[in-house]
């Protein structure tokens, strides 16, 4: 496959949508929640800055993976939530973390110790 081949390929396209420091821990806290506000989710995710937070999350609505939500109370609020679209991608990204547990089962636990949260396949949305 030529470099020009890959870059129109549908694997380039959805590593794409994924690729991101923060994409796939915001991935993870849509699929073990229904919706979750934009402050939540900074405040889940420590190490990152609001800035980057809200372009990562553009992007991701950009490219049909979630939905955003303003709720007209006092102060507004935003919500956000995974569309049929990034549904989806729920059966890519267990087949994802169950390679991870085989190949790399080491690195895998040292991850969970560290972080105590459940493994996505722990939970279906």
């Not at 372009?55 to 939500?69: A, F, N, S, T, V």
């Not at 991870?100 to 110790?113: F, G, K, R, S, T």
Request: charged fraction near 25%; include cysteine.
């Amino acid at each position: 496959m030529t470099e020009q081949q890959f870059r129109y390929c549908g694997l380039n396209v959805a590593l794409k949508a994924l690729t991101g420091k923060w994409k796939p821990v915001v991935l993870f806290h849509l699929f073990h929640n229904a919706d979750i506000r934009s402050n939540e989710l900074w405040r889940v995710i420590p190490k990152v800055s609001k800035k980057v937070l809200l372009e990562q999350l553009r992007q991701m609505e950009d490219d049909g993976l979630i939905l955003r939500e303003e709720r007209h109370h006092f102060p507004p609020e935003v919500y956000y939530r995974l569309s049929e679209k990034g549904k989806a991608l729920g059966t890519a990204l267990v087949g994802l973390e169950a390679w991870a547990n085989e190949h790399a089962p080491a690195q895998v636990a040292d991850i969970l110790a560290q972080e105590k949260h459940p493994p996505l396949s722990g939970q279906e949305k």
